[in-house]
């Protein structure tokens, strides 16, 4: 018979292990520090989402895909927001956004960011 996990470790064998998405201006672009498109995790999990050299702005541009709903993030220079829990939403699920970080270096995605819940 298989031992009963009990709390931090029970929680994190649920939603697993928390995403961080750290944005900002490289190379003069404003874009993830992570490669496109970015995972957010499974249901459940907690996103932490962080502006690393300048204050910026995320917007999704359709549903959101977090328990809260919430569409329209700023996140101060240097901070980190969250965390947010993915919402069901279904494999495969991809959620665009509008990224504008405040620096002034242009957002160069033809195709526009978008998060994937796998």
């Known amino acids: 018979m298989a031992k009963k996990k009990t709390g931090e470790a029970a929680i994190e064998a649920v ?3 928390p995403t961080v998405l750290s944005f900002g201006c490289f190379n003069n672009v404003c874009v993830a520090a992570q490669d496109y498109p970015l995972h957010l995790g499974p249901e459940g999990t907690q996103v932490y989402l962080c502006a690393l050299n300048t204050q910026l702005d995320i917007v999704f541009t359709g549903n959101s ?9 700023s996140i101060p220079y240097g901070s980190c927001i969250g965390p947010e829990i993915v919402a069901h939403t279904g494999a495969n699920t991809h959620f665009k ?3 504008k970080c405040w620096a002034g270096c242009p957002v160069t995605d033809r195709t526009g960011p978008e998060m994937i819940v796998p």
């Open 97 to 99: 956004f509008d990224l």
């Open 15 to 17: 939603v697993g292990a």
């Open 65 to 73: 895909p977090f328990v809260s709903k919430t569409k329209e993030f």
